[in-house]
T-cell receptor, first 116, second 109 residues
Framework: GAVVSQHPSWVICKSGTSVKIECRSLDFQATTMFWYRQFPKQSLMLMATSNEGSKATYEQGVEKDKFLINHASLTLSTLTVTSAHPEDSSFYIC????????????FGPGTRLTVL | GQNIDQPTEMTATEGAIVQINCTYQTSGFNGLFWYQQHAGEAPTFLSYNVLDGLEEKGRFSSFLSRSKGYSYLLLKELQMKDSASYLCAVGDSNYQLIWGAGTKLIIKP
């Protein structure tokens, strides 16, 4: 299957700093990338959907100014958590899809963010 | 509203068979996905159903009834490594995936 990578795998930062997470599709072109957040023992929560070259579509309740998403190319999307706070500590997972809904989403390995 | 229901937790014995059910109510339907997620890892794709019936893939099978808004994932010959959470997700009319909360499957020797 297709491979999606995320970097970093985990990060610890101080409150108030910004953290950038990269999501790359390694062997296919991802027309759509998704960013999810998952708190312990909870299901995935979709944060935003991004299509290459256009602005991301954010889910209700997700602050677009706090979670900046850039989908600059068909193989790279970035999520920047600005002015992170302890409540932003979570497991952030990206997924990528080529084509339409009938194509499966391929998930990255996730990034565990801990904000002190 | 949109809703995906699946049991929170199930327990089964190694070598046995287990069926994990999923019922859904969504605005439109563009397929149902099952994903497996081990603790601390990202989900991995298991199956996709868009037509009624049973899709078999090795030890795993997935069934869909669109008229009933119902699906199940059937796991045969259970192995300890099958201990994980199993997530049901439905593509709605906007081609967004609506996720269930997941079913934690515990396999006992």
């Amino acid at each position: 299957g297709a491979v999606v990578s995320q970097h970093p795998s985990w990060v610890i930062c101080k409150s108030g700093t910004s953290v950038k997470i990269e999501c790359r599709s390694l062997d296919f072109q991802a027309t759509t990338m998704f960013w999810y957040r998952q708190f312990p023992k909870q299901s995935l929560m979709l944060m935003a959907t991004s299509n290459e070259g256009s602005k991301a579509t954010y889910e209700q309740g997700v602050e677009k100014d706090k979670f900046l998403i850039n989908h600059a190319s068909l193989t790279l999307s970035t999520l920047t958590v600005t002015s992170a706070h302890p409540e932003d500590s979570s497991f952030y997972i990206c997924s990528a899809r080529s084509g339409d809904i009938y194509n499966e989403q391929f998930f990255g390995p996730g990034t565990r963010l801990t904000v002190l | 509203g949109q809703n995906i229901d699946q049991p929170t937790e199930m327990t089964a014995t190694e070598g046995a068979i287990v069926q994990i059910n999923c019922t859904y109510q969504t605005s439109g339907f563009n397929g149902l996905f099952w994903y497996q997620q081990h603790a601390g890892e990202a989900p991995t794709f298991l199956s996709y159903n868009v037509l009624d019936g049973l899709e078999e893939k090795g030890r795993f099978s997935s069934f869909l009834s669109r008229s009933k808004g119902y699906s199940y994932l059937l796991l045969k010959e259970l192995q300890m490594k099958d201990s994980a959470s199993y997530l049901c997700a439905v593509g709605d009319s906007n081609y967004q995936l609506i996720w269930g909360a997941g079913t934690k499957l515990i396999i006992k020797p």
